[in-house]
């Protein structure tokens, strides 16, 4: 199992940035997704995820932090999963993580046996 993110970069506050997630080596469409995101000096958060049921029935969720701003979809065709952020804050300048894990969705980063090696996202 692979997780690679892309798409991370600096943004003017107001701004937006979207990051993708490219997945390898396991059957994408049964694991649910996430990001997560680190701060200098702060804990990893869990910032959105998404089932990983059938496209109709997929349901997105996000910490409150960023309802409303970001958006998590996935693109199963591409074994894809991508984060819009728009109206960006200087508080949302993290190292930004995709993960993955079988079965029902958690926000938990312990539940979550695989993890990319991350991108930054810089907001000032």
């Known amino acids: 199992v692979q997780l690679v993110e892309s798409g991370g970069g600096s943004a003017q506050a107001g701004g937006s940035l979207r990051l993708s997630c490219a997945a390898s080596g396991y059957i994408y469409s049964s694991y649910c997704m996430a990001w997560f995101r680190q701060a200098p000096g702060k804990e990893v958060e869990w910032v959105a995820g998404?089932?990983?049921?059938?496209?109709?029935?997929?349901?997105?969720s996000y910490a409150d932090s960023v309802k409303g701003r970001f958006t998590i979809s996935r693109d199963s065709a591409k074994n894809t999963v991508y984060l819009q952020m728009n109206t960006l804050k200087p508080e949302d300048t993290a190292l930004y993580y995709c993960?993955?894990?079988?079965?029902?969705?958690?926000?938990?980063?312990?539940?979550?046996?695989?993890w990319g090696p991350g991108t930054q996202v810089t907001v000032s």
């Open positions: 998404i089932t990983s049921l059938p496209s109709l029935f997929r349901a997105a």
């Open positions: 993960a993955a894990k079988r079965g029902a969705s958690s926000l938990r980063g312990n539940d979550f046996p695989y």
